[in-house]
Every structure is written in structure tokens, then in C-alpha cells.
């Protein structure tokens, strides 16, 4: 048996491990005996890699996390990112640095008419593969500019945002279209012959948290570290988004733009409504990658072959 099938089949097992087969507390058990001083290099070896910019907040290397068969996610290969429309000069001259081959947008066609294209490296376009929102930038689009205390509250106050969030989140499990984007993106992070790729979506971190934390636990990231990726996004998020409330309250069109909070943070509740629904679904996050996603043992190696060294 050649070398790289031995290492293709090594792989195998490793991905049929990390998706299921193992009890639920293999993901985040400690290696038996490891003290204090093996804990902190592992924090410090899974710091979470932004890479600032001016015009975009979000873009980060999803490498560096340790996997729980012992592993450590290749960095320099996947980016998430929110959206790239208002970069700088100096903003693409950086990631034009990064070496992308390819950059997939999840935002739908009302998004880019509101936000604008991606502003990229010469030579680099990115692929349009919307994910729903669910109707939800249209929702904002609208209660925003109503400039109407009364309709904004009707249609964010009261807890709907919150369950707006929720049924977004379902949604990136139940419907077909959604799963087959992700799907495509994981197999095309999969492909030895693809160089570095980039997704995003308006905010990165939804539609792109979502994918991040599938991809994560797809390598055999233990699930508390892929959820820490996801929350990452409130951290990261945060000033900006404090900015765009307050200058909504300055402009006059909202008098509680804090309506908003719910639709701009990521929270466990929502990532919990899209797991519980894929465990309703296909019994186990395995079924969602073989059944739902559509990926087959031999992609899943592949990916992990790539992905983690």
C-alpha cells in the first residue's frame, strides 16, 4: 500500500471517530495526567487568530485549535470572515497577502444591493452561494428605515428577534438549498488541489459561524472549542456594532436601537436551536454530515487528511 493511501485511510478512521462513533465525552476530555502547565500551552497554541483590518472586523484563521485525537488544525488554509465590500487599499494589500485561491459569499442578492461587492486582490472574484436569512435584512431594511418606534417594536420587541435568530438557525439544517451550500464549501475546503479559501457573509457570524463550527467539529475540534470559535464573534463585533446602534440613535431613525442587540450577537441559544435540530433530524452530528451534507467517509478523510496535521 502506497504511503498516501496509508495516510488516506488513517485519515478514515480518524474522521469516522471524530463525527460520532466515540461517546460524546471524548470530544472534550483532558488527556489523562495533563496538569496546569499542558493546559495553558494549549491555550496559548488555540489563541484565536484575527487578522485586523480597517474595513471588516471578523476575519480570522480558523487553525491553530487542537483536535481530541491529538492534532492540531493547519493554519494559512480556511479564513471566515464577514463581508469584504469596504476594505481599504491597505486592507487588500493584506489579504492579498493571505494567498486566497478562491472566496465563497453566503450573502444573498438584497445583501450585496445594499452592501456592495467584495473589494478584492486583483485576479481573485469571489463565488456567490447564497445562504437564507430567512427574509431577515429585508426585516431590518424595513423596520430601520419606518424611522417608527412603534413598528420596530411590534416587529424586533417582545422577544421576536431572538426568535427570528432561532428559526434562522433551524434553517441552516432544514433546508435543502442551505445544507447543499455548505456542502459544497466543505468539499471544496476538502480538495488537495484548492489553495487557501475564504468564506464570509455580512457579519460573519451566523450563516459563516455556523459553517466554522461544522468544519471545526468535522476535524475533531471538541465541541466546546468550536462553540468558543462561534461566540468569538461578540468579541470581535462589539465596538462595531455599538457604533451603528448609537449612530442610529443619533440619526433619529431608531430611539431603542438596543431592539437590535439580538439580531447583531451570536448566542448559544441560537447554536443550540441549529444542533438540536440536526440531532431531530439525523440522530447525531454524523448523520447531518453524511445525510444532510451529503459527504461521503472518503471526503470527510480527505478533509482531515488536509485540514489537520
Not at 419606518?146 to 441552516?172: H, K, N, W
Not at 476538502?190 to 468535522?218: E, I, N
Not at 461566540?231 to 449612530?247: E, H, I, K, M, P
Amino acid at each position: 500500500m502506497s504511503r498516501a493511501r496509508i495516510r488516506l485511510t488513517t485519515a478514515a478512521a480518524a474522521a469516522a471517530l471524530a463525527v460520532g462513533i466515540l461517546p460524546a465525552s471524548a470530544y472534550a476530555a483532558t488527556a489523562p495526567g495533563a496538569g496546569a502547565a499542558a493546559r495553558h500551552h494549549q491555550q496559548q497554541a488555540e489563541t484565536i487568530r484575527q487578522i485586523p483590518l480597517q474595513g471588516a472586523v471578523n476575519l480570522r484563521d480558523i487553525g491553530g485549535y487542537r483536535t481530541w485525537t491529538g492534532g492540531q488544525v493547519r493554519q494559512g488554509l480556511v479564513y471566515r470572515s464577514d463581508a469584504l465590500s469596504k476594505l481599504t487599499a491597505a486592507d487588500v494589500t493584506t489579504v492579498a497577502g493571505l494567498g486566497l485561491k478562491k472566496v465563497v459569499d453566503f450573502r444573498i442578492p438584497m445583501e450585496l444591493q445594499y452592501d456592495g461587492a467584495d473589494r478584492l486582490p486583483s485576479g481573485l472574484s469571489p463565488t456567490s452561494r447564497p445562504v437564507s436569512d430567512l427574509g431577515l435584512y429585508g426585516t431590518l431594511v424595513g423596520a430601520i428605515g419606518s424611522g417608527d418606534p412603534v413598528t420596530q417594536e411590534q416587529m424586533l420587541g417582545g422577544g421576536r428577534a431572538e426568535a427570528y435568530m432561532r428559526d434562522i438557525y433551524r434553517t441552516f439544517v432544514t433546508s435543502p438549498e442551505n445544507r447543499a451550500q455548505f456542502a459544497a464549501t466543505l468539499g471544496e475546503i476538502a480538495d488537495g488541489r484548492q489553495g487557501p479559501v475564504l468564506y464570509h457573509c455580512t457579519s460573519g457570524k451566523d450563516r459563516t459561524g455556523w459553517m466554522s463550527y461544522v468544519l471545526l467539529r468535522a476535524l475533531a475540534v471538541p465541541e466546546d472549542t468550536a462553540e468558543r470559535d462561534y461566540l468569538a464573534s461578540n468579541t470581535f463585533r462589539a465596538a462595531y456594532d455599538a457604533q451603528v446602534r448609537a449612530g442610529l440613535r443619533q440619526s433619529g431613525r431608531m430611539q431603542n436601537p438596543d431592539l437590535l442587540i439580538p439580531l447583531q450577537e451570536v448566542r448559544r441559544d441560537y447554536l443550540d436551536s441549529a444542533t438540536a435540530q440536526m440531532e431531530a433530524d439525523y440522530g447525531s452530528f454524523y448523520g447531518y454530515l453524511t445525510q444532510g451534507l451529503g459527504l461521503d467517509l472518503r471526503t470527510l478523510a480527505k478533509l482531515q487528511d488536509r485540514m489537520v496535521r
